[in-house]
Structure formats: C-alpha cells, structure tokens
C-alpha cells in the first residue's frame, strides 16, 4: 500500500475511534448521572419528602381530616378521602404524587383532585424539594378537594 492510502486509513479510524470513545464516554456520563440522581432521591425522598408527608397527615388528623401516605410508581403519593360532594365522587381518589423521573433526573409534582381535575403541578431538581414546597402542593390540593 502507498504511503498515502495507509495515512488516509490512519486518519479515518483514528477521527471514528475518537467519535466511539466520545459516545462511550458520554454513556458512562450518563449512567453516573442516572445513578447519582437515584441515590439523591433515595435521600430526598427519605429525608424530607417522607418525614414531611408524615406531619402533614399529622396536622390534618389533628384538624379532623384524614390523609394517608402511600407508595406510588417511583414516589410518594398523599391521599385524603373523597369529600361528601357529588361532583368529586367517582373520579379517583384525590392525591398529590411526588414522583422520581428518571429520563429527566427531575422531581414531578402531580395530582388529582376529584371532578375529573387532575394535572402535573410542575417538576423541581431534587435541591429545590423543600418540607415549604411540599406543604404548598398540599395546599392546592386541599383547596381544590374541599373547596
């Protein structure tokens, strides 16, 4: 082979490894990310969103209204009864889920609120998941639910 052709192949693979080591790389990046995201919400959700929901059902229980904490899909749920109202019977028990999205490494924030209301309130990075930020959820869900 000439000097130039095995130059030229040298090029080539050396730019394509350089492209392969990049999107290893970037994949190793991302599997970190993935994980310290989890392990952060572990703590979260351990640390605050728990101990939180728990004095919530707390407060309520000691104003006469029940709420109870449950395990949802990659999260917490807080749930209170459905309300005498009509128009609220039938459509899911009300509840705010704080939930862990993986593929955004971000906290959602959703509820459903009776009368067929339901809606993501918002997603947060795990450092803005606050006891503040949680009662405020709460708050809008125990509007909608015995407004």
């Not at 000439?2 to 030229?8: L, N, P, R, T």
């Not at 090029?11 to 599997?31: G, N, S």
């Amino acid at each position: 082979m000439s000097k130039e052709f095995d130059a030229e192949i040298d090029a080539i693979l050396r730019t394509y490894k350089a492209v392969i080591d990049q999107a290893e790389q970037q994949a190793l990046d991302a599997r970190a990310a993935a994980a310290a995201f989890s392990k952060g919400w572990d703590a979260c959700r351990n640390s605050v969103v728990l101990p939180t929901l728990h004095k919530i059902v707390a407060t309520l229980a000691e104003k006469q209204a029940v709420a109870n904490v449950a395990v949802v899909p990659n999260g917490l749920g807080l749930f209170v009864p459905y309300p005498a109202r009509a128009d609220v019977r039938g459509h899911g028990q009300p509840h705010v889920a704080i939930t862990a999205n993986q593929s955004t490494s971000r906290v959602e924030f959703k509820h459903l609120h009776g009368a067929g209301g339901s809606g993501n309130d918002g997603n947060y990075s795990i450092a803005e998941i606050t006891p503040e930020l949680i009662e405020k959820h709460v708050l809008a869900l125990v509007r909608d639910v015995y407004r």
